[in-house]
Structures are given as C-alpha cells and as structure tokens.
C-alpha cells in the first residue's frame, strides 16, 4: 500500500516499508528500508539520517534552503554527481551546455494502477505504482523514478525513466536502476560467481570503507557474475537476522556496485552496465531502465529468499505457467551430442518413457549441415539423413508412444558457414572491416537490427507451426565482441530490446508452448529471460554433486520452477566422477527434473532405483516445484539439507546430502521449518537400496563360501539382488520437527549393518517425506 501526504513516501507491503520524502531543498532523501513501521502524522524524522552537523569538506547543496545539508553525508533517494555527491550514482549525464552538471528537484507524483515498460519486461500483478517525477528545470530533463509495489511478496521493483524535453540532445554515460542508501551494519555482501559449468559460487565478504562491484560486460547477464546478490547482517544466521535481496530484471550487461563511505553510509547501486554504454536521447525521448528488485527479511537468508522465489513465480515468469506443473523431459544431447539419427533418438524417447519421461526433446544438430559444431547455425532446414520423416514425421512418431515433443533452438547466431550467412553476411555482429573473432566457431546474429529479429520471429515460428511442438529449447552459447562501429555506445542495450522483442513475439504467438532458455547452461539465468521463459537450463555440468553447490546458489534468488535439473549418466560427462544414482536423482528432484542419457547405458541398479525414485518425484512434485524452499543448513562443510513445504504446511520434502564420508559420523538431525506445531507428522525415508558391489571385500562376511568382490559371481548376484537400506520411520509433532528435530539413525561406521544403519558413501543422500497425519 503506498501513503503519501504529497512529499512523504510509504510504500508497504505485508511485512515492509519502505520511507522516502522530498525536502525543503527539493532532494528526494532516503528515510528507510525494512521491517514493517508505521510513521505518525507522516513524520519521517525518527527514521532519518540528520544533517544537522555539517562535516569539514563539504559542499552544501542549496545554502538559500538548508545551510546544513550535503548530499554527501544524508542517505539519497535518487543521486546525481556534481551537486556535492561525491559517491558513485546512478547517472552520469551529458549535454553541450551543461556537461555533466544537472540538478534534479521533486517534481511532483502520482500512484496509479500499473503499466508496462515498452521496450523492456514488467513484472505483472503489481498492487499499485508510483511515480515520482524530478525535474532539472534548466537542461529540461525529466526523471521518472517508478516504484512497483507488490504486497504478498514483500518486495519493491524500481526503475529510473530519463525524458529528454530540452532543445538539445542529451547523452546518457550510466543509466542503473536505482541507488539505494542505507546506514552501515556491520554488513555483508553475498554474491553468485563462476563460470561455464560452474555457476552460483556463493562468496561472502565484509564490506569495508570503498566500493566493490560485479558486472557482466559478454553482452549477457553471464555465468560470471548472477545479477542477484544480497547484503546482509553478519550476524544474520539462515532463519534469522537481517537479510536484503536484490536482482534485475534484465539479461544483458550488468553493473552491481556497493559503496560504503567514511560517514557510514552503505550505498547499493544497480542496473545496465555503463561498460561501452552512451545513449543519445533526443527531445522528447524518454529511456528505460530495467526493473530492479529489492526485498528485506529480518527472518534471515531464508526469509528473503522465499519473497524473491514468491516473486519470481507469481509476478515475473508468464502468468499461464504459474503453479504449472512441469514436465519430466528426456533431452538426447549427453546421451548422443550430434550424432543422432531418428531411429536412434526415438529408441532412447522410448526407453525414458518407461522411467517416467514425458516429453522428448531433440538438442543441437537436426538442421542444415549440421553434424559438429562448425556449420549449420542461422539455418532452419531439416537434416534429412538424420531426420528423413522431418520434424513432424518424428514430433508424430514421438507423440504416438504417448510421449510430447521437444525441440532446440539457437536463433542469436550464425555459423560462418551456413546458407543464412552466405546470404546475410552484414547480419552478423563485425566491427566494420576487421575480421570477426570466432566464439565455438559462430558468430551472433545482430538482433539489434528489425530484420534479423523478423528473420528469426519467422523462421523459429514457421518450426513451430508446422510440428507439433510443445516445449522450445533456446540456447545462446558465446559471449558477444566485435561490436558495430556504428551507434557501438546503444549496441549492447539495443541487442537486448530486440531479444525481448523476439522473444516476446514468440512467446505471445505460442503461449502454450514451455519455453526453456538457456546459454551453455546458466550464462543468461536471469529475471528478463524468466519474464518470457519460465524455467531455464541451470548448468551444462550434470554431475548430481556439483549441482548441490550450483543450485545452492540459484536458490538464494530463484525458485525450484525456474531450475532445469537433469538426471545424468555416471561417470558424469564433465568430471568423470560417480556420483550415485540416488544423489543424482535427489539434486535434480529439486529442481525441474528431466533425464539427458540413454537407459540402455545404465546399469541394471541403476535403472531400478530411477523406477523407484520417478515414483517419489511424481508424487511430491507440486511440493517440490512450488513448495516454499529453505536451506536448513548452510552448505559450507559436507553438508547439504534443503526442505520444501507446500502453502498448506501438510506436505513436506528433506534432502540431506554430504559430500565425503568420515568415520565415526556425527548424530544426524532431520529439522524443518514452518510445519504446524501442532500438527502430527509422519516421517518417512523414501527406501533406499544397495548395490552389494559396494560393500567389496565386506562381502566374504556374510557369504558361505570365500568369492572375489570382482568376480563373476559377485557380478551375477549383484545384477539380481540389491541390500535393502535402513527403515526410519517416525510420528511426531511439527513442533518436535521445528523446534529440534529427529535424531536420525548412525551412519556406517564398519561396525556392522542392519536395518538401523544409514550406508550413505560418499556423496550419498537421502530424502525424507514428511506428512500431516489427519488423523491427529
Ligand atoms: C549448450 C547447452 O547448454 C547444452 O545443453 C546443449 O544444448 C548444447 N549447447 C548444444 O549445442
């Protein structure tokens, strides 16, 4: 809900507020962000920051008004330079008569129902809007700062709209989003790096006196650094303390800067990367930030994440995929990269279909020439020595075994080598007559250009019209350079509204149809794809272990929907490592879960246990796609334990994961959040079962003759029978479950097994169900 009594700003939500106002000066100052409050009468002055010492240095804003006030030493709602902020801001301005020099007083607002940005996504649903306008009167340039307020969710989005009405053309050197100023304490920053395969390494750090920052400058938001990233209390703890969330709605060049002054000031700062950015606006242009998005919990990490994931699945992904149900896939690109044929993937559709799947999709390698990655991309014709039925012929083969159809996609670029290139050279992105570098042998397709984004709307749609296909994979796999001479200050950001124009147009044109992004994985896992594409493809790294710390990090800022989570062969393709079957299962079951192998090359364990554990997936998967997600353990020391909890609190999934086994094992407990304290629960470990190959020379204890562990014999017994896991089952309180948790039974300790005994290994795992049990 917003108040104002026309200078005095409160925009509240559920448990927020969030507290600006005009002064006497005209400067927006900063009051506060947090806990829910109220103000009396509308005064903000217990809240603020007090200028009324005025420190050695300083440049005083507007003696005529305040003598006291620098914009230097008060927290501002909107900075600009030049006017006495000597901190980083958010806009960095130029035109021939004033330079650099602008100087933007309250203008005015207006709380109105919601509107759409034109060229960029917004987030829908929103409660109200407002607008607050500033005005540099002399220069004639507006600044429309927008504030989404979203109730439920606890979160506001921010963005910053520059309108040109001078006579003279204004240049835009650094357009972020927002700044956001809050007063010191003792504060960490918390932010997602990494890289192809290894994306959303969580690093925390103390933020001392100077400025620290992230960005992306590949010409997407990039697996370098996620545009998410937190600052939180240090004392703040998973359930507990002081927590902020931020991320943008954007998925291209990105700058995140945090500053925190000698006067204690901590200033947050977001939005397009000013990295090769100058944007001329001419009179009566206006230009749009990006949505950024803000959010505060004093109920710790988990607490901010879950108004973030609240966020992302009711007011950013396409509205008719809330609360949709995703299905399981089976992809073919681990199981045969480019080397397919039809007989062969409907072969492997078909096995999956036993295990669960229910839409196949066709990866990389069914168009043009085709057969590696050095030709091919930018064309739109079928290989038909691969595919001689086409796409219909095999979307119809793959439908008649009771199965949806899948393709994949990579419209933003071109193969050298391809018809579209031969045809279109200037369509590529080259920087006038040098020659291009070559990123996986390709180059990208200039979507800045109407032609090129007509191009691929058509091409991409006529696939889609003319087969039956349900489920669209859009993979984007290098980083841009060589950027135009022309206009190279607007390329970046220009590339970005003509991808959402694409992909809007697209998806509006197929809304039934489940778009998938992807970029190598997560380099472009981000708000503004996920305002088209509901779920994108997390990582090429499909090793069930590494995915514990790759989606640890994805879910700080994203929910379990948007998370695509396959369960892969062993060894893993990336590592050569041999995670097991149960892990691999268990980590992709919290996410979108979806299979990329081929049965036939699975073990014949390994091929019972996915029956088994398909079974639990489908039955829990509501819970586990849209349930409330916590971390119930900070994974930093072999453990991992994630829980989700359906909105009615009856319905829970743990997952414990550890990573290398010790010997004499701590006491392991199963603990959760936000059950009902007095509602009894009965808790279940989904059964596990146990290859006896595992145990090696153990097996001569129980046998009556002596046998090599590597023997035919122990082979032939091993393909017949399994060693079943431990049995745990339990009914207590949710209180019991919140407040202190169950007392697992001891891990192997070489001392013996029987059915009290949990045999993890290493990088083993278990999940437990826990339900309401109505009779009590
Ligand atoms: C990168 C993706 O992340 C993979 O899953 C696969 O689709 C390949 N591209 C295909 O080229």
């Known amino acids: 809900m917003i108040k104002t009594n026309e200078s005095v700003f409160a925009l509240n939500t559920e448990k927020i507020s969030y507290v600006f106002h005009a002064d006497k000066t005209g400067l927006l100052i900063h009051d506060y962000f947090g806990k829910k409050v109220d103000l009396v ?10 200028a009324s010492v005025l420190k050695g240095t300083s440049v005083i804003y507007d003696t005529s008004k305040d003598d006291q006030l620098s914009m230097d030493s008060v927290p501002l709602e909107f900075s600009f330079p030049h006017k006495g902020d000597f901190r980083s801001t958010p806009i960095l301005l130029r035109n021939e008569k004033y330079g650099y020099v602008f100087d933007f007083k309250f203008d005015g607002h207006e709380v109105r129902e919601p509107q759409k940005l034109e060229g960029l996504p917004t987030p829908h649903n929103a409660n109200e809007e407002l607008v607050v306008y500033l005005k540099d009167e002399k220069a004639n340039v507006k600044l429309e700062l927008h504030y989404l307020v979203f109730e439920q969710a606890n979160i506001i989005a921010r963005n910053v709209v520059i309108v040109n009405e001078g006579e003279l053309d204004l240049e835009i050197l650094k357009a972020l989003s927002y ?36 960005e992306s400058r590949t010409g997407n938001s990039s697996a370098k650094f996620n545009p998410f990233f937190m600052i939180k209390e240090k004392t703040a703890t998973l359930d507990n303390g ?15 800067e945090v500053e925190l002054g000698h006067y204690d000031l901590l200033r947050v700062e977001a939005g397009i990367n000013p990295f090769c950015f100058d944007y001329k606006l001419k009179k009566g242009e206006r230009f749009e930030t990006p949505f950024a ?13 879950l108004n973030m994931h609240h966020f992302t699945n009711n007011h950013v992904i396409p509205s008719q995929w809330n609360n949709t149900i995703r299905p399981v896939v089976i992809n073919n690109w681990e199981a045969t990269y480019m080397k397919f044929n039809e007989r062969k993937v409907l072969s492997i559709a078909k096995k999956a279909k036993k295990y669960g799947a229910e839409l196949f999709v066709l990866d990389d390698g069914w168009f043009g020439a085709r057969n590696d990655d050095h030709a091919g991309l930018g064309d739109y014709d079928v290989n038909t020595s691969k595919l001689p039925h086409g796409l219909s012929g095999l979307s119809k083969r793959v439908h008649k075994k009771g199965m949806k159809f899948g393709l994949w996609f990579e419209p933003e670029s071109v193969n050298p080598d391809s018809e579209c290139f031969r045809a279109h050279p200037d369509w590529a992105v080259t920087n006038v007559d040098r020659e291009p570098s070559l990123g996986r042998n390709q180059l990208i397709l200039d979507l800045s250009k109407k032609e090129v984004q007509d191009y691929i709307i058509e091409n991409v749609g006529n696939v889609l019209s003319n087969a039956k296909i349900e489920f669209v994979k859009w993979d984007m796999n290098r980083n841009i350079s060589d950027i135009p001479g022309l206009n190279c200050g607007e390329f970046y950001h220009r590339y970005m509204l003509g991808l959402y124009r694409v992909i809007g147009t697209l998806t509006s044109k197929f809304p039934d149809v489940l778009f998938e992004g992807c970029a190598s994985g997560g380099n472009r896992f981000d708000l503004g794809i996920l305002s088209y594409f509901p779920q994108i493809w997390a990582s090429d790294d499909t090793d069930g272990h590494e995915r514990l710390t790759i989606q640890s990090g994805y879910f700080l800022g994203y929910p379990q929907s948007t998370i695509s989570a396959h369960v892969s062969s062993a060894p893993s393709h990336q590592l050569l490592r041999t995670t097991p079957i149960d892990t691999r299962f268990n980590v992709a079951m919290f996410g979108v879960l979806g299979y990329e192998l081929n049965f036939k090359e699975l073990t014949k364990f390994e091929r019972k246990r996915c029956l088994a554990l398909i079974d639990v997936y489908k039955k829990n998967r509501e819970v586990l796609q849209f349930g409330d997600f916590y971390e119930l353990d900070s994974y930093t020391d072999n453990f991992a334990k994630w829980q989700v909890l359906s909105s009615d609190k009856k319905d829970s999934v743990v997952g414990h994961f550890v990573t290398l086994q010790k010997t004499n094992p701590k006491e392991t407990i199963l603990n959760t959040y936000g059950l009902i304290d007095e509602q009894q629960y009965k808790v279940d470990v989904v059964p596990v079962e146990h290859n006896i190959k595992d145990f090696g020379g153990l097996i001569n204890m129980i046998m009556p003759i002596h046998v090599n562990p590597n023997g035919w014999l122990v082979n032939f017994i091993s393909k017949r029978m399994t060693l079943p896991g431990e049995k745990e089952s339990y009914v207590t309180y949710g209180n019991a479950l919140n407040n202190k948790g169950v007392i697992l039974n001891p891990e192997w300790t070489a001392s013996g097994m029987n059915e009290g005994v949990r045999i993890l290994k290493d990088f083993g795992s278990r999940l437990y169900l826990i339900k309401a049990n109505e009779t009590h």
Not at 45 to 50: D, G, I, M, N, R
Not at 246 to 251: D, G, P, R, T, V
Not at 293 to 305: E, F, P
């Open 41 to 50: 009468d509308f005064d903000t002055k217990p809240l603020s920051v007090k």
């Open 179 to 214: 700044n956001l100023d809050l007063v010191n304490r003792n504060f960490e920053l918390v932010t997602l790096a990494g890289g192809w395969a290894s994306e959303m390494n969580k690093q925390i750090q103390p933020i001392v006196e100077g400025k620290y920052s992230i």
């Open 242 to 256: 002081d927590v902020y969330s931020f991320n943008l709605i954007y998925s291209g060049n990105h700058l995140e």
């Open 293 to 305: 998005v803000l959010t505060y919990s004093d109920q710790g990490i988990n607490g901010a994440r």
